[in-house]
Each structure stands twice: as structure tokens, then as C-alpha cells.
């Protein structure tokens, strides 16, 4: 018989001396093929620069500081170490906390979605829920139809499985609905959509919108992911009810006598109302979509942290959850004013901002020819800091736009922020001629 021809070895083994090869080169050599193309979020990159203590940021999604309910978390902790009980120190189930899952439910139903604890799955973060979502649907190549812009760390995770977006610019009642059909028919795989004070732009999907929005999508057979981290930080208007709930009504499964079973999956998160260290979110999907997503991230980390799940479920059972947002609500509805007024007073006249009813965000953007990308860098010479707009578009554009985050600082900061940015503009803009 003849011998078998041992496979060639790979160009870093027969490399003559192994100090040759610098100590990362194996590694590099061997990324798979999918994060040739990943770059780090520009976001990360700019807390960064932005963590030094003189510099105002309006750069990160930031809940404000003094109001990270410090006290409640170290009772719930203090309360989870006496009790006795292992739980919260041990291994848990992948799709998490019962307590806390029927917590959600019950919460939720205040909302008008009605689903049963088997529908839900605690993710760590949205964030995660986004990724487990892009590793269960996407193929390489498949279209995800967003928002035009749209939430950079989603476009991160299904950029993460290569996918392609087909985008929907928005207007102030949120995604251009009409636009809508022609993006449809190129069979996207799902539609991402933010309704309320979208991330970035500050936007709301009005009710209109968002039923003709479930009649399209099921007409083409898209499903829907809706991600609602603000949803429930309103500071003017009514509530306008979540895609998933009016998809349920759409298909007459209103009143809860049918498993839930939509064409919607719905994310939430703890990030924005108690504290994005806890990590805590979650994801609602009919029960085989949960089940799926259990697989995946089972693989990712077992499980969203128990300690963290046990500290967010204490801090939340009696109601202080409820009481929170309705501080927050004020104090974030006074700084967005704050932030609204110094806009009117130093930033110059040709730029535009929307003017959201709830979240932490509002966009600006500046006449054509301006690159907010290029203003950052005079702005953080003047210790100030935002986020440009073009990695918020999938399709390009955005450059003359900027995300303003105004829950993270107090008024007498983003007046003062705001007067400086006002004045680096209003520099560029002058260069521009
Ligand atoms: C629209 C949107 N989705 C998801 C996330 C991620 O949130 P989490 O902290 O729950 O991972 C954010 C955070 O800013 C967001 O704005």
C-alpha cells in the first residue's frame, strides 16, 4: 500500500525560526472568515475617549448617575446574602429566573402583551438577545430591513453573521411606512424596527404607522423584531401600544385565549430604567423561537448571571421598579428641555433636531457639506463629545448628523455643552463658507 502524504504544514510551522513569527500571527491567520469584516463600535472606541473627567458627554446612552438606585441594590444584595438561600450563587436555567420571568409577564400585560412565562428568555442585555436573534435567523447574505438610522450595536450583530439591510429612512412619526412595500419585496428575512424614541433618532412610530407597519409585513410574510428599551420613559404625549401587542390583535389573539404566537418578537431591557451593569433583558418569542434561542445561548454563557437576575428580581418585586421610572421620567423630561432650549439658544441656524417625547436621544443634523465626524475632533479638543452619524446608517449617509444623549448630565452641564458644541458648528459651518 502506498504511504500517506502527511498533509502540508501551515506556513507558520515551517517557518525556520519560531521567533520569526510575531506571537499573534497564528492566531490572526486563523480569525474565521466572518470577522474579516468586523470593526469595533465607534461607540466603545468614543467612551473612551470621552471617560476623562473634564469632558461633557453627550456621546453614551447613559442613565444619569445619581439616579442608579445604589441604595435598593445594595438592601436587595445585603437581603440575597442573608436569606440562607444558594440559589443566587449557584449555576441557573438557561432561559432564567422564573420569578423574574412572571415579573416581566406581569409587567408587560400593563402594556398590552399578553404572553405566558414560556415565552419569555433573560438575555444579558438586549445586546445579547440581538446576537442570539442574528445567529438563529441569519445566513450569510440575507437582508435584515431596518430603520434609516438605526441602532449601531444591532447592525454590529447582524453585520456579525454578514448579513445585507435594506433600510427605511424616518421622518418625525418614525420609519416612512410608504416606502416601505418596494424594501419588502426584496424578501428581507426580518424587519428591525424601534418605535419608540428610536435610538438614534429620537423618533416615534405613530399608531398609524404601526398597524399599517403589521399589515405589510404580514402581507409579505416578514417578521418583526421591536426592540423597546424606552418604551417606558414618556415624558409628553400617550402611550402608543408596542408592535407585538397590536400584532396580536391583528390576528384577533387579543384577549389571550391562544398561545402567543405573532409575527412579532419583542426585546426589553433593565438597562435604561434600573442599571445597565446588572445586564439584565429580555426577549418574548412564541415558545419553539425561545426554545431555539435557549440552544444558542446556552452555548454563548449557560446563563444570564444569577446573582445579577436575584439582585435585578429583589430590587424590582414591590413596586420600586414602577416608582423609578416615574423619577426618571421628570428628570430626563427636564433635561431633555434643557437640552431642547440650549439648542434653540447656540447651536446655528441651518442645523435641525428632532424633538423626542421620551428615550435619552435627540439628532441633529447640520447642512451638507459638514462632517460630523471631522467636528468631533474640534469638539473633543473643547471637551465635549458626541456621536457622529454615519455608522448609524447601514446604506451610507448620515454624515452631516449627530446622536445627543441628554439623561446622562444635569441642565447647568448640557447648557454648557451645548454652548460649546454650538460654537464648534458654528467654526465649521464658517469654513464651509
Ligand atoms: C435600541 C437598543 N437596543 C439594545 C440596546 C442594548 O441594551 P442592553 O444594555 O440591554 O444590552 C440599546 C442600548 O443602548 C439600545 O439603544
Not at 47 to 60: C, H, N, R, W, Y
Not at 98 to 109: E, G, Y
Not at 237 to 256: C, K, S
Not at 364 to 382: F, Q, R, S
Amino acid at each position: 500500500m502506498a504511504p500517506i502524504a502527511a498533509p502540508p504544514l501551515p506556513e507558520a510551522v515551517r517557518t525556520e525560526s519560531p521567533r520569526a513569527v510575531p506571537a499573534t500571527t497564528l492566531w490572526e491567520e486563523r480569525f474565521a472568515l466572518r470577522t474579516h469584516g468586523m470593526t469595533s463600535s465607534i461607540i466603545r472606541e468614543l467612551l473612551k475617549l470621552t471617560e476623562a473627567p473634564d469632558v461633557i458627554s453627550f456621546a453614551g446612552g447613559l442613565p444619569a448617575s445619581d439616579l442608579l438606585p445604589r441604595a435598593e441594590i445594595a438592601a436587595a444584595v445585603g437581603r440575597i446574602a442573608a436569606s440562607g438561600s444558594e440559589a443566587a450563587f449557584q449555576y441557573g436555567t438557561t432561559e432564567g429566573l422564573t420569578p423574574l420571568r412572571d415579573l416581566f409577564v406581569r409587567h408587560m400585560a400593563r402594556y398590552g402583551i399578553r404572553v405566558a412565562v414560556e415565552n419569555v428568555l433573560v438575555t444579558s442585555g438586549s445586546q445579547q438577545a440581538l446576537d442570539l436573534i442574528a445567529r438563529l435567523f441569519l445566513n450569510p447574505g440575507d437582508r435584515v430591513l431596518c430603520e434609516e438610522p438605526t441602532y449601531l450595536g444591532a447592525l454590529q450583530a447582524f453585520g456579525a453573521e454578514q448579513a445585507d439591510f435594506l433600510s427605511v429612512t424616518t421622518d418625525d412619526d418614525g420609519l416612512k411606512v410608504d416606502l416601505l412595500e418596494e424594501k419588502l419585496r426584496a424578501g428581507p428575512k426580518f424587519l428591525y424596527i424601534l418605535p419608540n424614541f428610536q435610538n438614534p433618532g429620537g423618533t416615534t412610530l405613530s399608531l398609524s404607522r404601526r398597524r399599517r407597519l403589521i399589515e405589510l409585513a404580514d402581507h409579505y410574510g416578514a417578521p418583526i423584531v421591536e426592540d423597546d428599551p424606552y418604551g417606558q420613559l414618556r415624558y409628553e404625549g400617550d402611550h402608543i401600544p408596542p408592535l407585538v401587542a397590536l400584532d396580536a390583535e391583528f390576528r384577533g389573539g387579543a384577549r389571550g385565549e391562544r398561545a402567543f404566537s405573532g409575527n412579532v418578537i419583542y426585546l426589553s431591557t433593565l438597562s435604561k430604567t434600573l442599571a445597565p451593569g446588572l445586564r439584565i433583558a429580555w426577549v418574548v418569542a412564541p415558545e419553539a423561537v425561545v426554545r431555539k434561542l435557549v440552544q444558542i445561548k446556552q452555548a454563548a454563557d449557560l446563563h444570564t448571571s444569577t446573582f445579577c437576575q436575584h439582585v435585578a428580581y429583589e430590587v424590582a418585586r414591590e413596586g420600586f421598579l414602577d416608582r423609578h421610572v416615574k423619577r426618571l421620567r421628570v428628570v430626563y423630561g427636564v433635561r431633555r428641555d434643557a437640552m431642547l432650549a440650549a439648542l434653540d439658544r447656540h447651536f446655528p441656524p441651518g442645523v435641525r433636531w428632532t424633538r423626542p417625547k421620551g428615550g435619552l436621544f435627540l439628532w441633529a443634523t447640520a447642512p451638507k457639506g459638514i462632517d460630523t465626524a471631522e467636528v468631533l475632533k474640534e469638539a473633543l479638543a473643547e471637551k465635549v463629545a458626541f456621536v457622529p452619524g454615519a455608522p448609524f446608517h447601514p446604506a451610507g449617509g448620515g454624515r452631516e448628523s449627530m446622536r445627543l444623549n441628554f439623561s446622562y448630565a444635569p441642565p447647568e452641564i448640557i447648557e454648557e455643552g451645548i454652548l460649546r458644541l454650538g460654537r464648534v458648528l458654528s467654526g465649521a459651518l464658517s469654513t464651509r463658507g
